[in-house]
């Protein structure tokens, strides 16, 4: 079930595109689902008790446990005026494949195991590889006609028979990321000193393959949409983990290539979004540079990452999208505590457009539905232009 366009209601589509070029709409356009906003499942299935929605129509979980794909009645009663449109598992070979000791392996080689409620990583492929192997790594298949299935029909369905505005997901895990992640970050970071070479070289595969991935989901829906997302974690919570100057060597023309290859498969159409955690203040200008045009999620506790001073700064340049406090305030404060908390964010990023309200995080189990529900209605409600 889908909700189709209404005739009395504001355009979603356009309040998304006013937000995204600097302009004041009707209200701050409301989102869930996207790369490092969405939430986990056993937070939606305790909000779906709360709203009293039964049955399960269309709800997916990814391997991580977060929620894939909302069932359209949760979307509904949240008011969110996004939809995100990803590329579909391959069809060639399963996505991730069971070994005997209980962990798995994703498509990339990568292998995690469960561990409470998280997958974490315990082996990385290519930890003892040599230049060679690096340069000969097969990875994901981009060409899998598994992974378009159906893509184009439903985005333009969407466009055509609703009034959402429309983002394309994150087609993996990032390019720094999943490097770290094959080789193993402590020894990628040590790459990037010490072995050059060797750092470079993966980095390049790994970006041939993500602009593949990329290319494939946008040839499917890149007329459609407004916001196409990427992500790369550049920071810790007390500072970036690696220099600017490292990104500008290693990462950031990689950035620069994929950002491209959105606006050429778009037609310019789709800002392109940036997912990155931890304290990034001071690699934001070598990211813009890069063409990273919104910025996820603006962690309010990570250092330098204050609301008021990013808004200063980058807010005629970047769009913010989430910016909550899910350490403290959303998990373990009160209804009050979390409205209160909306509205903070809201006097921040919102003014004069150029701000998307989400989730800072995906919403963690330890988050009271009744929460994520003031947090939904208050943006809802207190995001209406002029702001308060």
């Known amino acids: 079930m889908v909700a189709q366009k209404s005739a009395e209601a504001p355009i979603r589509r356009e309040r ?22 969405g939430i986990t499942n056993v937070a939606y299935y305790n909000l779906k008790d709360l709203l009293g929605i039964e049955g399960d129509e269309g709800t997916s979980i990814k391997a991580n446990l977060t929620v894939e794909e909302f069932d359209e009645r949760v979307l ?9 449109i990803g590329l579909r598992g391959p069809s060639r070979r399963t996505a991730r494949v069971q070994l005997p000791d209980g962990s798995s392996a994703d498509e990339w080689g990568i292998v995690s195991r469960q561990v409470g409620h998280y997958n974490q990583i315990v082996a990385n492929p290519l930890r003892n590889a040599s230049l060679s192997e ?3 790594y097969r990875g994901p298949d981009p060409g899998d006609p598994g992974r378009i299935q159906g893509l184009k029909e439903r985005a ?13 997901k994150s087609v993996s895990g990032g390019i720094f990321q999943s490097c770290c992640r094959l080789r193993g970050m402590e020894q990628f970071l040590m790459d990037m000193i010490l072995n050059k070479p060797l750092a470079k070289a993966l980095m390049s595969r790994v970006e041939q393959i993500v602009l593949a991935l990329e290319e494939a989901l946008l040839e499917e829906i890149g007329p459609y949409v407004q916001m196409a997302e990427t992500q790369d974690d550049l920071g810790t919570q007390h500072a970036p983990m690696i220099s600017p100057a490292m990104y500008r060597e290693f990462i950031q023309p990689s950035h620069a290539r994929l950002a491209a290859l959105i606006k050429k498969k778009t037609g310019g159409g789709a800002k392109v979004f940036m997912h990155s955690d931890g304290s990034i203040f001071d690699m934001l200008p070598d990211v813009i540079d890069a063409g990273i045009e919104v910025i996820n999620p603006v962690q309010p506790q990570a250092a330098k990452m204050d609301a008021v001073a990013l808004k200063e700064k980058f807010g005629n340049r970047l769009v913010f999208h989430g910016g909550l406090d899910q350490q403290h305030t959303i998990p373990h404060g009160t209804v009050a505590d979390a409205e209160n908390e909306v509205k903070r964010v809201l006097r921040a990023l919102a003014k004069g457009g150029g701000y998307i309200f989400s989730p800072c995080h995906n919403l963690q189990p330890d988050v009271p539905p009744e929460n994520i ?13 002029p702001i308060g």
């Open 373 to 385: 529900l003031a947090i939904y209605r208050t943006a809802a409600q207190f995001g209406r232009y």
């Open 156 to 168: 333009r369905r969407l466009t055509d028979e609703t009034d959402f505005g429309l983002s394309a």
């Open 16 to 37: 998304l595109l006013k937000t995204l070029n600097h302009t004041e709409p009707d209200r701050v356009p409301i989102d869930i689902g996207s790369i490092g906003g």
């Open 76 to 84: 509904a009663a949240l008011d969110v005026d996004i939809r995100h």
């Open 134 to 136: 690096i340069e000969s």
